[in-house]
Structure formats: C-alpha cells, structure tokens
C-alpha cells in the first residue's frame, strides 16, 4: 500500500442522508482536512446486515467523538484508526466501510493519488483494465440484452434459484441465443436453490456453460456432497464474518469468491481478497446496488488487488437515481473500465453539484 509522510488532522466530519438510490437512503460522510475533502457512502441493508438506520446513526455520531483531531500520515495509521472504530457502539462493517472510504479518498487528495493506488501492494502487478458484468433476471427482455451488447457488455450474471425450472431454463435459451456462446455467464443461486431441486437445476444449468455459479447450497452440504458440483461453486454469503483461519478453510473447497467491500468493509474486503488471490483462487468483486460513492470505491477496490479480477459486478445499475459523469461511470457502461487516474475517487464535482452536503 502507498506511504505517504503528510500529516493529516481530520478537522471535520459531516453526515448526510440522501436518497442516492430511487428506494434507499445512504448516508454520505465527508471527513475534512485543510481545503480537501474525503467521502464514503453506506446503506442500511437490514436483510444482509441487521443493522438499522439507527443503529448507523448511532455508530457515526461515536465516530465523529472519536475522530475528530485525530492524526495519520499513511494507510497503516488508518487501519489503526479503523481497528479502534470496530469497537464503538451500532459498528457494521458496511457502516464502518463509508469511514473507510473517506479516510482514504482524504488521504489521496491530500497526496494526489488515485484511490486504488492508495490500497495497492507494491509488490502486485498492475492492470490496465478490467471487464464489467450486468446484472439480469429472468423478467428481463431481449431488448435489454441486445442494448446491453451494443452498449459493449461481454459479461453477465443471471439469479437464479428463485423462478421455477422451466421458466429459467427458457430464459437461458434465450440469453444464450441472444449474446452468443462467446459471452460470459455466471449464475447467482443466493442459497435460493431448494435441497431436493439442486440436483436437477444444475444439470440443466451446465449445457449453458456457466463460469461458475454463486451460492448454490451452503458449505456443510458442498463439502458433504461434493459429487453432485458439475459447475464451479464461488463464495459469496459465505464470507460473512469470516476468519482468517476459516477462510483459509473455505478456499480449500470454493475455487471462486466473490468480494463485496461496501459488506466486508473496505480493509477486510481487500484481506480476504489478498489471502484468496495467494491461494490460486479467483476473485470478483461487485457493489452492493448502492450509490455511487460507494460504486466507484469498490471499483477503485478492483483495481487495487494484486491481480486481475474476474470480471466484477460493478454495472451501474438501474435503481441509481444519479449518475455521475465522470470517465469511471461512462465506461462502466461499456463492460470495461481502464485504471483510474483521478486525485482519490474523483467525485467532487458530483457530489457539490447534487448539494448532498449543503
């Protein structure tokens, strides 16, 4: 990770609520220094997290107490900073992530670095560009595959799991006839698959080829019943909460993890990415269908890791109810992105346009 010797007194912290997406409400937070600023961006996700807007509130009014005057001078003193957070009352790690966040986008102002470059190892080989999956259901029309296509996207991921059998399987025939062999298809079963379906519905996923699919049963029964995994199996709610020494455990039978920072936490998110990579297994990384701070924090996350992700789940998705116009979000709706040279994550023009903090 970068070191930098600038010393840096958080003067300010401020908290918005907004809504960023067109149903839920984020809570912005900017952390100030001199003429800079840094911003993060939580939401509340009570069915993932259990936390609620009141217990974020709770958590960020013991954090302001907490950080306000506090000092550092490179990423190791905020993680320090981050393992004092992690005991204060209502702490989640996706609220914790927004500090994260905006600790480090400070940071980066300050030194006039991207934001990844800030996260990255200095011994990780570095990418130039990284592939974008979209996100479909089986409500989905041929139209939007075919403008998703046209747009540039080579990269998809389809839930699955939740529609019966035949009305999935109809839908795949029409994807796959649609994008063609040549694009990539991931499956996200959510644990969503019953025990006495599982069976059949990944022998009638495997003639769609499928990277890999997501979730499909929990790790007791992959581990228990492994003969039955035609297709890849990758992590996704598995991590939660997870060890490092459990991780360790878990990569022995997942050869894919999927990473969320806006979930993990932006430091643990990047430490089970690591120990993952290391070990010879592939990772992706997507957002949370959240704003697009937090967005373009995960992406910059990407771009971070010590080598190149699988294609990641950071499409802009339609719940979004702005988008900003920045070089990262036009190109995300290609299915590409290129590294990112911005100072921090590049949204300073957007935010003080959209007034979250006036």
């Not at 698959?193 to 519905?201: A, D, F």
């Amino acid at each position: 990770m970068s070191q930098q010797s600038k010393q840096i007194t958080i003067e300010n912290i401020n908290i918005a609520k907004s809504f960023i997406t067109k149903s839920n409400k984020s809570f912005l937070i900017k952390i100030s220094y001199d003429n800079f600023d840094g911003y993060g961006e939580a939401t509340p996700f009570m069915e993932y997290t259990g936390a609620t807007v009141e217990t974020y509130e709770l958590f960020y009014k013991e954090c302001t107490t907490f950080l306000i005057n506090r000092q550092f001078e490179n990423i190791t003193h905020i993680i320090e900073l981050v393992e004092n957070l992690k005991t204060l009352d209502g702490c989640s790690s996706p609220a914790l992530f927004a500090v994260e966040t905006a600790m480090v986008d400070l940071y980066c102002k300050v030194n006039n670095i991207p934001f990844y470059k800030a996260l990255k190892k200095g011994d990780s080989s570095t990418f130039n560009k990284i592939e974008i999956n979209s996100l479909l259901t089986v409500d989905d029309s041929i139209k939007r595959i075919e403008s998703l296509l046209k747009k540039g996207v080579t990269a998809f991921k389809i839930k699955t799991g939740r529609a019966p059998l035949d009305r999935e399987i109809e839908f795949l025939t029409m994807f796959r006839k649609t994008a063609g062999e040549k694009s990539l298809l991931r499956l996200d079963a959510n644990l969503m698959i019953k025990e006495n379906e599982l069976q059949s519905r990944l022998l009638a996923y495997e003639k769609f080829n499928p990277e890999f699919i997501e979730e499909p049963a929990d790790l007791n029964y992959i581990l228990n019943n492994s003969q039955l995994f035609n297709i890849p199996v990758a992590a996704d709610e598995s991590l939660k909460n997870i060890s490092v020494n459990e991780l360790n455990n878990l990569l022995k039978t997942y050869p894919v993890v999927v990473v969320k920072p806006a979930f993990h936490g932006l430091f643990k998110a990047l430490q089970i990415a690591d120990i993952a990579q290391k070990a010879g297994v592939k990772v992706a990384v997507t957002h949370m269908m959240d704003g697009p701070v937090a967005i373009a924090g995960a992406a910059h996350f990407a771009f971070a890791l010590n080598s190149r992700p699988l294609s990641c789940g950071l499409y802009p998705h339609d719940n979004l109810k702005k988008v900003p116009e920045t070089k990262l979000f036009n190109e995300l709706f290609t299915g590409h992105a290129t590294l990112p040279k911005t100072s921090g994550l590049g949204l300073d023009n957007f935010i003080n346009k959209e007034g979250y903090f006036k």
